[in-house]
């Protein structure tokens, strides 16, 4: 949210935060003491507890008629709901933005960042998710929003919420950790994956990420992938154990301050992407590796 307020200031005008769900007050309170935010809108209701792609898009759609531009983070949220804003508004979404330029120019990564396109779009609302990890936080306090609360438009009802399995770990969030190590399949099996990776992860408190390979196969669970259809990640390190490099899976690590690969394959396409290197047997680098960090 940070990132994204940072770049609706590329426009002149005002930066309205919009927040829906249930019991938002605190929320919305904090939310107002974002600098630069000139008004919080809130939209509060028992249906909106767990937010629905088909509630979301109602909401945006009363409030498009205000604005000329509708940012969101490039999150797997904003990516369930925003193409259905952009169906009822008869709009483009520009997804993934790394940058944006004066008379609505922005420049996207496509084929999973191995081309970047500009492009400049001439709709009467720009639709925009941000390439957060390129864009500065901004500043967090010193502002005085106003919070507007609007009236909640029923549920839609075209979908409603079941139920969730949320896995919880005490480990850092993969979006915002200093150090992620990701796994391949490589590791060849759930319980390696774990046994391998999570002393090592433990130790230097970091947060565990998987290729989707590594995913596929059931090593490691879904919302750690790491990649073009998984989390984008930019920690200060990141290191690929057993990670062959493909473009979907640097998609999602490239932009991190300090790459290891390590990989017994010195041919492996990860090596160029990495600024360390090491060409090993993982399962006897890994153990060594840990041994050698002191607790
Ligand atoms: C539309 C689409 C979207 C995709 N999105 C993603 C995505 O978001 N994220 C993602 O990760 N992938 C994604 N992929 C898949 C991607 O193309 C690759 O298939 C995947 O990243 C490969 O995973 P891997 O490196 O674990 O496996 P592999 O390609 O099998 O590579 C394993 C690597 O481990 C090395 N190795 C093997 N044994 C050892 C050992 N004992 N010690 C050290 N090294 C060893 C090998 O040399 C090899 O380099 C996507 C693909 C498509 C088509």
Redesign the pocket.
């Known amino acids: 949210m940070f990132k994204v307020i940072s770049a609706a200031k590329y426009w002149d005008g005002e930066v309205d935060l919009l927040v829906m769900g249930k019991n938002t007050e605190n929320v919305a309170q904090n939310a107002a003491k974002i600098k630069d935010v000139s008004s919080v809108i809130r939209f509060d209701g028992d249906h909106l507890e767990h937010l629905l792609a088909e509630d979301a898009a109602k909401i945006v759609e009363m409030l498009s008629n205000n604005y000329q531009v509708i940012l969101a983070a490039h999150s797997w949220f904003s990516r369930n709901f925003l193409p259905r804003v952009a169906a009822i508004l008869n709009v483009s979404l520009i997804t993934d933005v790394l940058k944006i330029e004066n008379n609505n120019v922005y420049t996207r990564a496509i084929y999973?960042g191995n081309v970047h396109a500009k492009i400049q779009s001439k709709d009467p609302i720009q639709l925009l998710t941000i390439h957060t990890s390129l864009f500065e936080v901004c500043t967090k306090d010193g502002g005085d929003a106003k919070i507007i609360k609007k009236d909640t438009p029923p549920a839609t009802n075209l979908t409603s919420w079941k139920s969730e399995k949320i896995n919880k770990s005490d480990r850092p969030a993969l979006i915002d950790a200093k150090i992620v190590i990701s796994?391949?399949?490589?590791l060849g099996s759930e319980e390696n994956f774990d046994k391998v990776l999570s002393p090592l992860v433990d130790k230097v408190g970091a947060a565990l990420g998987?290729?989707?390979?590594?995913v596929d196969a059931g090593y490691a669970p879904n919302e750690i992938?790491?990649?073009?259809?998984?989390v984008v990640v930019a920690p200060e390190l990141y290191m690929a154990?057993?990670?062959?490099?493909?473009?979907?899976?640097v998609?999602?690590m490239k932009d991190s301050r300090v790459v290891v690969a390590?990989?017994?394959?010195p041919d492996?396409?990860?090596f160029q992407f990495a600024d360390y290197g090491l060409v090993?047997?993982?399962?006897d680098?890994i153990p060594e590796i840990n041994k050698l960090i002191k607790e």
């Open positions: 999973a796994g391949g399949r490589s998987a290729t989707r390979s590594a992938q790491v990649g073009q259809t998984g154990v057993g990670v062959s490099g493909a473009n979907q899976h998609y999602g390590i990989n017994n394959d492996a396409t990860i090993a047997d993982l399962f680098a």
